[in-house]
């Protein structure tokens, strides 16, 4: 799997929009980007993912740059709520092995 | 379906006692991954089923750690003669094998481990 790097912390006003980087130079044409997110005490939740298209669901969108060696998630009006680690992960579509969550970036939504 | 049961929630234990936690998946799912997660890191991979076969072993199980999934549903995980640093909570998570969608994965709450 692509190694990502993502910032360790980022701190967001409330009711702004967030946005998390992430880098994945690496990345294989095969490759997927998915995005989790972990309040505290909860397990992983699931957000988004992405090949090459941006996406957009309920919860976030995902821009992925042209040559997709980063990414972008979105969270168009954060809460405080969304307050958690972001976890950026890539990997081949349908292998299940060596499933590994990175140190993540910790948002934190300011009133 | 009510997502990803794990259980207990919280165990105390005293060191040297054996300890098992049990996971039940969601039905159609046939990835299950169990996780360890101490305070302030992230979740470090333990070991992968998919079905009942045990595909992929983290370095991070040691001897005192099996794992099963008997007809490939719910899953055990077992400790036997715990120690202070087993104390972290296990995280349970399953999946459905087929393209993209096989890596969105849902978690449980975890079990927490205490070992006085």
């Known amino acids: 799997d692509a190694k990502t790097t993502q910032p360790p912390s980022m701190d967001c006003a409330e009711g702004r929009a967030a946005n998390l980087p992430c880098n994945h130079s690496?990345?294989?044409?095969?490759?997927?980007v998915y995005w989790y997110r972990q309040i505290h005490s909860q397990g992983p939740q699931y957000i988004i993912h992405?090949?090459?298209n941006n996406e957009t669901n309920e919860m976030a969108s995902l821009i992925i740059t042209e040559d997709r060696k980063s990414s972008t998630l979105i969270l168009p009006h954060a809460t405080l709520r969304d307050t958690a680690v972001y976890y950026c992960?890539?990997?081949?579509?349908?292998?299940?092995?060596?499933?590994?969550f990175g140190p993540g970036t910790r948002l934190s939504v300011l009133p | 379906d009510t997502g990803v049961s794990q259980d207990p929630r919280h165990k105390i234990t005293k060191r040297g006692q054996n300890v098992t936690f049990r996971c039940d998946p969601i039905s159609e799912h046939n990835r299950l991954y169990w996780y360890r997660q101490t305070l302030g890191q992230g979740p470090e991979f333990l070991t992968y089923f998919q079905n009942e076969a045990q595909l992929e072993k983290s370095r991070l199980l040691s001897d005192r750690f099996s794992a099963e999934r008997p007809k490939g549903s719910f899953s055990t995980l077992e400790i036997q003669r715990t120690e202070q640093g087993d104390s972290a909570m296990y995280l349970c998570?399953?999946?459905?094998?087929?393209?993209?969608?096989?890596?969105?994965?849902?978690f449980g709450a975890g079990s927490r481990l205490t070992v006085l």
């Open positions: 690496t990345i294989s044409g095969n490759e997927y």
């Open positions: 998570a399953s999946g459905i094998s087929g393209q993209a969608g096989a890596n969105v994965l849902t």
């Open positions: 992960i890539v990997r081949v579509a349908n292998y299940g092995q060596n499933f590994v």
């Open positions: 992405g090949l090459k």
